[in-house]
T-cell receptor
C-alpha cells in the first residue's frame, strides 16, 4: 500500500539556521503531496502542497519540490525562527473509491522541530 | 469563524464508558474525514463521508466505533465500551477536493 517515510527527529536548530526535513513516498500513480504543521496542543494546519511532478509548493518561507524520479518531497526553509518550532508531517493523497472521490491522507510519522534563540 | 470545529476539546473517561465527539465541518465542504493520532505517530484514517453517506471505514474502526453525518452537515463519532487503547487525539477534517482542513481535535484519555 501507499506509505510516507520522514526523517527521524527530533531536529534541533538555532534561529536563522537552514532547515531540511526529508520525505520520501511509495505510491502507484500520481499522488498529491502535502506538508502539514502541528503546533503544541493544536490540530494540523496545511503548510504547502504540490499536485504534480516538478511542482514547487511554498508558504511562509517554506518550500518543497515534488520529485517523481526520486519519489521525494523534502521540506526546506532558509532561515528558521523560534516560532517554527512544531511537528511537521509529510502526507500524500491519491484519489480512491467510487469515482475517485475519497481523498484520504496517508501521513508520515512526523518530525519534531525545535528552534532555539 | 469558518474553520472546522470539534467538541469537546478534551475528554477524560473511565474504561467501559461510552463517549461521543462532534465535528462541525466548513459549511460548503461535502467530504468529511475522521482520523486518529496516537503519541509520536501521524494521523491514521478512520472513516470518510461524502455528504451523509459513509463511504469507507478503516479496519482500525472496530465495531465499538460508530460514526454518523446526518443531513450531510455535522458528524459524530461514538466509541462504546472504551478501552485504554482508545486514548488518542481524534481529528476531523473536511474538504471539497484533495486539500483537507483539520479541526483542533478531541483528546481522549481513558483511565
Amino acid at each position: 500500500g501507499d506509505s510516507v517515510t520522514q526523517m527521524e527527529g527530533p531536529v534541533t536548530l538555532s534561529e536563522e539556521a537552514f532547515l531540511t526535513i526529508n520525505c520520501t513516498y511509495t505510491a502507484t500513480g500520481y499522488p498529491s503531496l502535502f506538508w502539514y504543521v502541528q503546533y503544541p496542543g493544536e490540530g494540523l494546519q496545511l503548510l504547502l502542497k504540490a499536485t504534480k511532478a516538478d511542482d514547487k509548493g511554498s508558504n511562509k518561507g517554506f518550500e518543497a519540490t515534488y520529485r517523481k524520479e526520486t519519489t521525494s518531497f523534502h521540506l526546506e526553509k532558509g532561515s528558521v525562527q523560534v516560532s517554527d518550532s512544531a511537528v511537521y508531517f509529510c502526507a500524500l493523497v491519491k484519489p480512491m473509491g467510487s469515482g475517485g472521490s475519497n481523498y484520504k491522507l496517508t501521513f508520515g510519522k512526523g518530525t519534531l522541530l525545535t528552534v532555539n534563540p | 469563524d469558518t474553520g472546522v470545529s470539534q467538541n469537546p476539546r478534551h475528554k477524560i473517561t473511565k474504561r467501559g464508558q461510552n463517549v461521543t465527539f462532534r465535528c462541525d465541518p466548513i459549511s460548503e465542504h461535502n467530504r468529511l474525514y475522521w482520523y486518529r493520532q496516537t503519541l509520536g505517530q501521524g494521523p491514521e484514517f478512520l472513516t470518510y463521508f461524502q455528504n451523509e453517506a459513509q463511504l469507507e471505514k478503516s479496519r482500525l474502526l472496530s465495531d465499538r466505533f460508530s460514526a454518523e453525518r446526518p443531513k450531510g452537515s455535522f458528524s459524530t463519532l461514538e466509541i462504546q465500551r472504551t478501552e485504554q487503547g482508545d486514548s488518542a487525539m481524534y481529528l476531523c477534517a473536511s474538504t471539497p477536493t484533495d486539500t483537507q482542513y483539520f479541526g483542533p481535535g478531541t483528546r481522549l484519555t481513558v483511565l
